[in-house]
């Protein structure tokens, strides 16, 4: 089983400072990674995601993550911090060997970023 | 690329009836689409996966007979909340996926989801 793990309900940052969002994960196999954001109200909205490669993922909006394997993490971070990037962020694996035509993602709970003016 | 429509996008809708939510791929087609609920401040629940033209699959306690999946084209996927009552209540969102190719590549593309209030 396959499960994804968010350790902060929420996260307070000054706008303008850097940002992390915490994630670890489990699955069985080699993990694929993602980060969506969404905003209240709203869908999801895809930030980045780790397949293979480099372990440095860059995305939308200015984030990256870093993929440690080791640690079984996978935090997001910004270097600079926007009020605009206020909402919630929800981290996702899925087991890279769970089957042709199984893609179903595992989300963690979520994390409300709140950046302070 | 990779836009995913619902509708409708918010509906009010009295105790008893049932309501119906469209998922549409614009520019792809989805072999498999899933469907979510999401209640306030909570993550999304995965409430079944369907692909085009077989039986969804639902999830453990999720009733089949009370949320109709239907995935008749390769663009449209559609939830039906049959004799809908206030707890049912809740934020639903569906997602997509593009078939064929390497499998593990295939991402989710989600929808914006549709709030559902039951008086």
């Known amino acids: 089983a396959q499960s994804v793990a968010q350790p902060e309900d929420q996260v307070n940052v000054a706008e303008g400072n850097p940002l992390t969002v915490k994630c670890t994960y489990s699955?069985?196999?080699?993990?694929?990674l993602f980060w969506y954001v969404q905003y209240p109200n709203r869908g999801l909205q895809f930030l980045l995601k780790?397949?293979?490669?480099?372990?440095l993922v860059k995305g939308s909006y200015g984030f990256e993550a870093e993929f440690n394997k080791s640690q079984t993490s996978f935090h997001l971070k910004k270097p600079s911090a926007l009020v605009s990037d206020s909402a919630l962020y929800f981290c996702?694996?899925?087991?890279?060997?769970?089957?042709?035509?199984?893609?179903?993602?595992?989300f963690g709970k979520g994390t409300k970023l709140s950046v302070i003016p | 690329g990779a836009v995913v429509s619902q509708h409708p996008s918010r509906v009010i809708c009295k105790s008893g009836t049932s309501v119906k939510i469209e998922c549409r791929s614009l520019?792809?087609?989805?072999?498999?689409m899933f469907w979510y609920r999401q209640f306030p401040k909570q993550s999304l629940m995965l409430m079944a996966t369907?692909?085009?033209?077989?039986?969804?699959?639902?999830e453990q306690g999720v009733e089949k007979d009370k949320f109709l999946i239907n995935h008749a084209s390769l663009t449209l996927s559609t939830l039906t909340v049959t004799s809908a009552h206030p707890e049912d209540s809740s934020f639903y969102i569906c997602?997509?996926?593009?078939?064929?190719?390497?499998?593990?590549?295939?991402?989710?593309?989600f929808g914006p989801g549709t709030r559902l209030t039951v008086l």
């Open positions: 997602s997509a996926s593009i078939g064929g190719g390497a499998v593990g590549y295939n991402e989710q593309f």
């Open positions: 699955v069985s196999g080699n993990p694929y």
């Open positions: 780790y397949i293979t490669g480099d372990n």
């Open positions: 996702a694996v899925r087991d890279m060997y769970s089957g042709a035509g199984s893609y179903q993602l595992t």
């Open positions: 520019d792809f087609q989805a072999t498999t």
């Open positions: 369907s692909n085009e033209g077989s039986k969804a699959t639902y």
